[in-house]
Each structure stands twice: as structure tokens, then as C-alpha cells.
């Protein structure tokens, strides 16, 4: 058995409560930095998700405010639908003279539709065009609701290749 007086054990309870104080010292700093370090993070976290949920709900409103609008402009019916009045024939040839194609476009002939509806098709070819004469000559027949492009072949030209040749079979009535 160990026998110790008082002194003895006085000095070792000293010694240990002071070895104490420092081990709890250090232990309470590093409960407190992980608690510190798991709040922040999860502050961290949740604003995260905070931010996202904000996101997705203000593209869903402005998916849904888009919905919408087209379902009011389906339901009223459009107000500005233009439509070609004049024949699709002299609107070709329209075309020609308002972009300066009056040799580049050949080939124009009235093809009958087959159809009982009142359909007119156009078929012409244009060639020896850049591609911004193309694109305009596309915005032209697209800007009316009832003409649609039936088939457009492109092909490049064999002596320049930034210009091309195409062809058009254009229809105006009703599908």
C-alpha cells in the first residue's frame, strides 16, 4: 500500500489541478473553434441553399410569367398577324428589285400546289449570294404568318466558297 502524509498529497492534488486547468483550457478552445468551424460552415450551407432556392424559384416565376403570356396571346388570339395579300409570284419578284438581286435570281416559276385549299407555291433559285443577302431574303418570306419555306437547298459555289447558291420552294395559304 501507498502511504503518503499530507504535504505529499497536497503538492500532487496541485499538480494535478494545474495540469488540469491547462488540459481543460485547451479542450474547451477546441470544442469552442469545431463549434465555431460546424456553425459557420452550416451558416455557410444553408445560405448556399438559401441562394439556389432563390434562384430556381425566380426562373420557375419567370418561366411560368412566360407560360402565361403566350397562353393569353393563344387564348385572345394575336393581334398583329400580317399576312401577305398580294400574290407570292409578284413578292418574289418584289424581292429582287428591294435587295438588288435582279440577275441573281433565275428560275422563278408558279408550281401548282395540287391542293383544294387556296395554296400558291413559288419555286425559284438564287445564286452567286453572300450569306447576309440569304438571311435577308429569309427574314423576307418569314415575317408573314401565312408563307412558310417548304425546302431551302444550299450549296456552296465551286468558284468562291463564301458564296452560295440556293433554292426555294416558298407556300402561301393556309396549312
Known sequence: MLVMNKAAIKELFEKLSGFQTRQRALLIFVVLAVAFLLFYWTGMAVNNQKVKAESYTADTQMRLADVQRFMVIQQSGRQDVRKLDAGLLSHIQGIKGRYGLNGDIVNIRLVSSGTANQQEQVSFRAENLVYQEFTAILNDLEQYDNIW???????????????????????????
Open 149 to 175: 419555306v417548304k425546302t431551302v437547298n444550299v450549296s456552296k459555289r465551286f468558284d468562291n466558297t463564301e458564296r452560295i447558291d440556293v433554292a426555294f420552294d416558298v407556300i402561301r395559304g393556309e396549312p
